[in-house]
């Protein structure tokens, strides 16, 4: 007769069994192939819920007290307090830059740059359709016309050969934006600004410390405009700064970022010019001034994660991390961007891509839509204004051509990126993002199914 066993004698059995198994499973490949089964499927998640990204943004007791001393001042606006005037010039020496105006936010800095260079109504500005929609924006609220390049597949930034075609008598400046914290190829576009007798207006908002051929951008073209918005790898909540080389490209972006002010030594008294209040307060300056100690030592470690993670995620078939130009001396990786290409992973849509990778804990984003089809453009070819200076035929058209960017549309249906907080942690981290991608790669067609 069979005895039954105790609960005690049963564990032990099972225990032992399991074990065993366990030992036999391990010996033909088994336990392996569990361990690295995607957590979409059920597996173990690369990263565990109690590890943490580093989080942004990073406040030290230096933040505290730089503010703490402004709150006592009494002093919180520019006019009155001597910290954004500290805060400048700290900037554009660490850029090595003559100028630097401190704005509200990137968005202002990038109006007031238009502004200074008196392009409005009637003038049409060179940009690239991958880009958050200020740089557009800050167009349009001049009266110009925004035309759209085609984006570069293996950089992510403008397309400088696509630029010819675009220039007309109407051109008045280029305004290539360093996405992601990488640099357009400045060379290219200052050769074409200086055959063609236009400004340049560098749209670095995502590119702090980043250099072309060793110089900071923001310094090689006409002017340069950052911003300091929360997300950023210098950040003040919201903020922004417009640097130049030119004194009086200077004085104007000042004097119209005072409500149009007058210029210091201009012989007008009161207004000079139209403007607006974009100025930067004096808190914001001082969570600028500490933030900056910090900044270079942010960077290096940024840049010496992404270069390792590069050599893990190009050795993927299926993964292109975004190149660089041979110029970009320096990449300040605000975003770590690559394209993914559905087809080495068994057809495995990138949305579905990205959830496998959210269920291993690392978040990652689709990034930007095509930005020259966005619905806010087609609003301008019924705008009052816009009608009044451009006409019903020209406006359309103008959609019309602006809304084919096929480069760009490919690049917005296959690109993912990770935030450049995600590049402030140890080495392990990137490792643990190669690896949840070979997971999911090596079972794609499975979670494709799922
Ligand atoms: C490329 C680019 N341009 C302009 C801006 C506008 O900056 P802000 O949000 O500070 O106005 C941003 C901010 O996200 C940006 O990424």
Same mark, same amino acid.
């Given at each position: 007769?069979?005895?039954?066993?105790?609960?005690?004698?049963?564990?032990?059995?099972?225990?032992?069994?399991?074990?065993?198994?366990?030992?036999?499973?391990?010996?033909? &490949?088994?336990?392996?192939?569990?361990?690295?089964?995607?957590?979409?499927? @059920?597996? #173990?998640?690369?990263?565990?819920?109690?590890?943490?990204?580093?989080?942004?943004?990073?406040?030290?007791?230096?933040?505290?007290?730089?503010?703490?001393?402004?709150?006592?001042? @009494?002093?919180?606006?520019?006019?009155?307090?001597?910290?954004?005037?500290?805060?400048?010039?700290?900037?554009?020496?660490?850029?090595?830059?003559?100028?630097?105006?401190?704005?509200?936010?990137?968005?202002?800095?990038?109006?007031?740059?238009?502004?200074?260079?008196?392009?409005?109504?009637?003038?049409?500005?060179?940009?690239?359709?991958?880009?958050?929609?200020?740089?557009?924006?800050?167009?349009?609220?001049?009266?110009?016309?925004?035309?759209?390049?085609?984006?570069?597949?293996?950089?992510?930034? =403008?397309?400088?050969?696509?630029?010819?075609?675009?220039?007309?008598?109407?051109?008045?400046?280029?305004?290539?934006?360093?996405?992601?914290?990488?640099?357009?190829?400045?060379?290219?576009?200052?050769?074409?600004?200086?055959?063609?007798?236009?400004?340049?207006?560098?749209?670095?908002?995502?590119?702090?410390?980043?250099?072309?051929? &060793?110089?900071?951008?923001?310094?090689?073209?006409?002017?340069?405009?950052?911003?300091?918005?929360? $997300?950023?790898?210098?950040?003040?909540?919201? &903020?922004?700064?417009?640097? !130049?080389?030119?004194?009086?490209?200077?004085?104007?972006?000042?004097?119209?970022?005072?409500?149009?002010?007058?210029?210091?030594?201009?012989?007008?008294?009161?207004?000079?010019?139209?403007?607006?209040?974009?100025?930067?307060?004096?808190?914001?300056?001082?969570?600028?001034?500490?933030?900056?100690?910090?900044?270079?030592?942010?960077?290096? !470690?940024?840049?010496?994660?992404?270069?390792?993670?590069?050599?893990?995620?190009?050795?993927?078939?299926?993964?292109?991390?975004?190149?660089?130009? #041979?110029?970009? !001396?320096?990449?300040?990786?605000?975003?770590?961007?690559?394209?993914?290409?559905?087809?080495?992973?068994?057809?495995?849509?990138?949305?579905?891509?990205?959830?496998?990778?959210?269920?291993?804990?690392?978040? &990652? $984003?689709? @990034?930007?839509?095509?930005?020259?089809?966005?619905?806010?453009?087609? +609003?301008?070819?019924?705008?009052?204004?816009?009608?009044?200076?451009?006409?019903?035929?020209?406006?359309?058209?103008?959609?019309?051509?602006?809304?084919?960017?096929?480069?760009?549309?490919?690049?917005?249906?296959?690109? +993912?990126?990770?935030?450049?907080?995600?590049?402030?942690?140890?080495?392990?981290?990137?490792?643990?993002?190669?690896?949840?991608?070979?997971? =999911?790669?090596?079972?794609?067609?499975?979670?494709?199914?799922?």
């Amino acid at each position: 007769m069979i005895q039954p066993l105790s609960r005690r004698e049963c564990a032990k059995q099972f225990g032992a069994a399991s074990a065993s198994l366990g030992v036999v499973s391990q010996a033909i &490949g088994l336990a392996k192939a569990d361990e690295t089964k995607p957590a979409i499927l @059920g597996g #173990p998640a690369v990263r565990k819920k109690t590890e943490r990204w580093t989080k942004w943004p990073i406040i030290a007791e230096n933040d505290l007290r730089m503010i703490t001393d402004v709150l006592k001042s @009494g002093l919180w606006n520019r006019l009155s307090g001597p910290v954004t005037p500290r805060f400048e010039a700290a900037w554009a020496n660490r850029l090595g830059a003559k100028h630097c105006l401190a704005t509200a936010n990137g968005t202002s800095a990038l109006i007031i740059a238009l502004a200074a260079m008196d392009i409005g109504p009637g003038d049409e500005v060179i940009v690239p359709p991958y880009t958050f929609a200020a740089s557009v924006n800050a167009v349009l609220l001049h009266h110009a016309l925004p035309v759209f390049a085609d984006t570069d597949l293996n950089t992510f930034q =403008i397309d400088c050969n696509s630029i010819a075609a675009l220039i007309r008598a109407e051109t008045a400046a280029l305004m290539p934006v360093h996405l992601g914290g990488s640099v357009a190829d400045m060379d290219h576009i200052m050769r074409i600004a200086s055959e063609k007798k236009i400004k340049v207006i560098e749209d670095a908002c995502q590119s702090p410390l980043a250099e072309w051929n &060793g110089k900071a951008v923001s310094t090689i073209g006409d002017a340069g405009c950052f911003s300091f918005q929360a $997300s950023k790898n210098l950040n003040a909540g919201e &903020g922004g700064a417009f640097l !130049t080389n030119q004194s009086d490209l200077f004085e104007e972006a000042r004097s119209f970022h005072n409500n149009g002010r007058a210029k210091p030594n201009s012989g007008v008294s009161g207004y000079g010019r139209n403007g607006a209040n974009l100025r930067l307060t004096e808190f914001q300056s001082a969570i600028l001034l500490a933030q900056m100690e910090r900044l270079e030592k942010q960077s290096q !470690t940024r840049e010496s994660n992404a270069k390792y993670l590069t050599e893990q995620l190009q050795a993927i078939p299926g993964i292109m991390p975004a190149r660089m130009y #041979p110029g970009c !001396t320096r990449n300040a990786y605000h975003l770590y961007m690559f394209r993914y290409n559905a087809e080495a992973f068994a057809g495995l849509s990138r949305e579905s891509f990205l959830k496998a990778l959210g269920a291993e804990g690392i978040p &990652g $984003s689709s @990034g930007y839509s095509p930005l020259n089809k966005e619905h806010f453009l087609k +609003v301008v070819t019924s705008n009052k204004g816009f009608l009044r200076i451009y006409g019903e035929k020209h406006l359309n058209d103008w959609y019309e051509t602006n809304s084919h960017r096929p480069a760009n549309d490919r690049i917005c249906s296959d690109a +993912v990126w990770f935030t450049q907080n995600m590049l402030l942690g140890p080495r392990s981290d990137m490792d643990q993002i190669a690896e949840a991608i070979r997971r =999911i790669q090596k079972h794609a067609a499975a979670v494709a199914r799922a």
